[in-house]
């Protein structure tokens, strides 16, 4: 496996525990609807929250830039399809966690709300 997958994966595997220590009951990790991906999805007081796994060696880049606005729109029908598809009926939020470092002594930075759905506009 190439460095910055394992490093990806080391990081994520963080942001699970971390999320566990928080009381966040984790429902899925990499779902997959086709094309469509979802790092994790946890549950915590009455919500359903996406969460968005960034992971870097150094801090030189900010893990959020990562989140463009492109990304963001795959994520939002990504968690449209998750919501569909297991009947959800919660508030959904959108995290972020930004893992830096290298294991075992990961930065853990969680980002909650850090962004919206975007809103479509029909003129």
């Given at each position: 496996?190439?460095?910055?997958?394992e490093?990806?994966?080391?990081?994520?595997?963080?942001?699970?525990?971390?999320?566990?220590?928080?009381?966040?009951?984790?429902?899925?990790?990499?779902?997959r609807?086709?094309?469509?991906?979802?790092?994790?999805?946890?549950?915590?007081?009455?919500?359903?929250?996406?969460?968005?796994v960034k992971?870097?060696?150094?801090?030189w880049?900010?893990?959020?830039?990562?989140?463009?606005?492109?990304?963001?729109?795959?994520?939002?029908?990504?968690?449209?399809?998750?919501?569909?598809?297991?009947?959800?009926?919660?508030?959904?939020?959108?995290?972020?966690?930004?893992v830096?470092?290298?294991?075992?002594?990961?930065?853990?930075?969680?980002i909650?709300?850090?962004?919206?759905?975007?809103?479509?506009?029909y003129y």
């Open positions: 496996m190439a460095e910055h997958n490093l990806g994966k080391a990081g994520e595997t963080a942001a699970i525990a971390y999320l566990k220590s928080k009381n966040y009951r984790i429902r899925h990790v990499n779902w609807r086709g094309h469509l991906e979802l790092d994790i999805v946890a549950e915590t007081d009455n919500e359903i929250v996406f969460i968005e992971t870097r060696s150094g801090h880049e900010s893990p959020e830039d990562a989140v463009t606005n492109a990304k963001i729109r795959h994520i939002v029908t990504a968690a449209d399809a998750y919501i569909q598809t297991f009947d959800i009926d919660l508030d959904a939020r959108f995290d972020i966690i930004a830096i470092g290298h294991a075992p002594n990961f930065e853990i930075e969680h909650e709300d850090a962004f919206y759905p975007p809103i479509n506009r």
